[in-house]
């Protein structure tokens, strides 16, 4: 399990999924959480951010930077390569779950899902 004193980044494009992301992971027991609108926004706050994000989730399908688009930028900067990248979404294309994998997403998860869905998958990822 990922430890629960790292910040979180969440980036979905809806408002209310974003809350209801957020509103998981304080479940699951995370204080330090961000959001971002879309790729671009988040892939400025991870660039930015004054301690290392330990974990991302994100959507897949936003505008300016699709969710695939910031993992292959995260996993391709060393900086953040290993930060454990969450996909939560709709997309159940075998196709898209393929790109997800191949790119170097850590868990996958299927909108709609409740809360212990995501604590299920943050269980899986081992720490970095």
């Not at 936003?62 to 979404?89: E, I, Y």
């Not at 909108?111 to 869905?117: M, S």
Request: aromatic share 6%; proline share 5%.
């Amino acid at each position: 399990m990922i430890d629960l004193n790292v910040p979180v980044l969440v980036v979905d494009d809806m408002t209310t999924m974003r809350k209801i992301v957020m509103k998981a992971c304080r479940e699951i027991g995370f204080t330090q959480i961000s959001e971002a609108a879309d790729g671009v926004l988040a892939w400025e706050a991870i660039s930015n951010a004054a301690s290392p994000f330990g974990l991302i989730i994100s959507d897949w399908n936003m505008p300016n930077c699709t969710g695939l688009d910031l993992l292959k930028r995260v996993r391709a900067d060393s900086r953040f390569g290993r930060t454990p990248f969450v996909m939560v979404t709709a997309e159940t294309e075998s196709k898209q779950v393929g790109d997800a994998i191949a790119a170097g997403v850590s868990q996958y998860i299927l909108k709609p899902f409740q809360p212990g869905a995501l604590k299920d998958k943050l269980a899986l990822i081992a720490p970095k």
